[in-house]
């Protein structure tokens, strides 16, 4: 079999390596990929937004599997495109995929259906939200309507703030027509947990659940990142919270995007808060998360592509989808500066042993040299029977990688630890 992963990052990465596992795959291609997962796929210059390109190589090299992994290419209709030419594809159509690209329909969508979120309301006029804002219960969040490159949320403390995020959304239009529509929604409290899982429609399975950390720094100081760190799984998401959120927030939105003629097929993403009135949804994502996946995949049991398979086919129901008791951890190792200014192209060294549990999301060739080509450059990942022991692990993994300028955060998976000590 032949199968095409569109993106780059580590998220791909850690799909490639997992795809790979299954004896019928003889090539993986990645559009575009990068140099540091070049031992796992043939990376291909076609960039992930380029729709009519990817359709036109899937067919071209008779792919027989694609799986569309980032947010923009999905909400672009890459999915669409590829099964408009016949090759079975994993990743929401367009049309349901606009469950993470509009957070206006998302909001409106859990309103309509009851599902938990955060009060909010929608403004397409700048001084209509500033008057708003007058009198909004502070602090107050922020957020641009469409894509923005995981930065248009803005949690303002105070009102200046608050005024300030409007019209720079609205007004300098920092995030482009992603700004047109914003929502203002009311500040939640409590732990986040992320909860990926697979559905076809008809049936809806989660995944093991995991923690990410978004701030660059330790004690989850400095500015907001992609993802610095991620665990496995999150020890706040108890059973029967994770029972709740199956009645009141999983089934619910897939029923509700098969009522809107809007059928999601795909990973859906639970961005939730577990807050002192119940579990309640952050944000949807309508793909894997990154580094969520770097965690919950080397987690899964089952076959990656047999999973995957049956949520294209509709029989996500007859698949088994087990995954271990084990705990994962994966340390995000960027490039100093990193979410803002930083240097690049630097030797990155990899040691053999940790190869196999390392996820490269930005790297180039260089003179025959792997150097780094990115903010986030990699993630390396460790397994263990606890917690403690898949921490430790992960931090070991670390010092086998070297590039000029790295930066970590040095406490993935200290707040649930403790959590966890503390149940
Ligand atoms: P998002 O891009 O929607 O994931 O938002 C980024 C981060 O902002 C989330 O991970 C939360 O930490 C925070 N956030 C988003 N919405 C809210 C909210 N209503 N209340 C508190 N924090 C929020
Ligand atoms: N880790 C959050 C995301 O993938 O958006």
Redesign the pocket.
């Known amino acids: 079999m032949k199968v095409l992963v569109v993106g780059g990052g580590g998220r791909e990465h850690a799909i490639i390596k997992k795809i790979k596992e299954n004896k019928a795959v003889e090539q993986i291609f990645a559009l575009p990929g990068n140099a540091g997962m070049s031992d796992d796929a043939v990376c291909v210059n076609i960039g992930a937004k380029e729709i009519d390109k990817i359709a036109e190589f899937a067919c071209d090299n008779k792919i027989d599997y694609a799986v569309v992994a980032p947010d923009d290419p999905l909400v672009l209709g890459a999915v669409d495109a590829l099964t408009e030419k016949g090759i079975p594809c994993f990743g929401p159509k367009a049309n349901a995929a606009i469950i993470e690209g509009s957070?206006v329909f998302s909001k409106n969508l859990m309103k309509k259906y009851s599902i938990p979120t955060?009060a909010y309301e929608v403004f397409n006029d700048m001084e209509k939200a500033l008057e708003y804002l007058e009198t909004a219960p502070i602090?107050t969040?922020i957020?641009a309507d469409g894509l923005a490159l995981?930065?248009?949320?803005i949690?303002a403390m105070t009102r200046d703030e608050a005024k300030n995020a409007v019209r720079s959304m609205m007004e300098d239009k920092v995030f482009g027509k992603s700004g047109d529509n914003i929502v203002i929604?009311?500040?939640?409290?409590g732990p986040?947990v992320s909860v990926l899982a697979f559905t076809d429609g008809e049936t809806l399975v989660p995944m093991v659940s995991s923690m990410?950390h978004?701030r660059a720094g330790d004690n989850d100081t400095g500015l907001?990142t992609g993802g610095m760190g991620t665990v496995a799984p999150n020890p706040y998401y108890t059973d029967d919270i994770a029972k709740e959120c199956m009645e009141t927030i999983f089934l619910p939105t897939m029923n509700a995007m098969n009522k809107e003629g809007r059928t999601f097929r795909g990973c859906l993403y639970f961005?939730l808060?577990l807050t002192p009135n119940g579990p309640?949804v952050?944000?949807y994502n309508c793909r894997f998360g990154d580094p969520e996946t770097q965690v919950v995949l080397p987690l899964l049991k089952s076959d990656l592509l047999t999973v995957m398979q049956a949520v294209t086919n509709g029989t996500l129901k007859d698949t088994a989808v087990e995954f271990s008791d084990d705990s994962a951890c994966c340390v995000i190792m960027a490039s100093k500066g990193y979410p803002e200014a930083y240097e690049k192209g630097y030797e990155l060294k990899i040691g053999e042993s940790v190869k196999n549990d390392t996820y490269v999301a930005g790297a180039a060739n260089k003179d025959g040299k792997l150097v780094t080509n990115g903010g986030r450059v990699l993630g390396v990942t460790a397994v263990a029977k606890d917690l403690k022991s898949a921490i430790g692990g992960a931090y070991e993994k670390v010092k086998e990688i070297e590039f000029a300028n790295a930066f970590y955060r040095s406490d993935i998976g200290k707040r649930a630890l403790k959590a966890l000590e503390e149940k």
């Open positions: 957070k955060a602090p969040v957020k995981g930065k248009g949320v949690i929604e009311e500040f939640l409290t986040e990410d978004k907001n961005g808060m309640k952050i944000e």
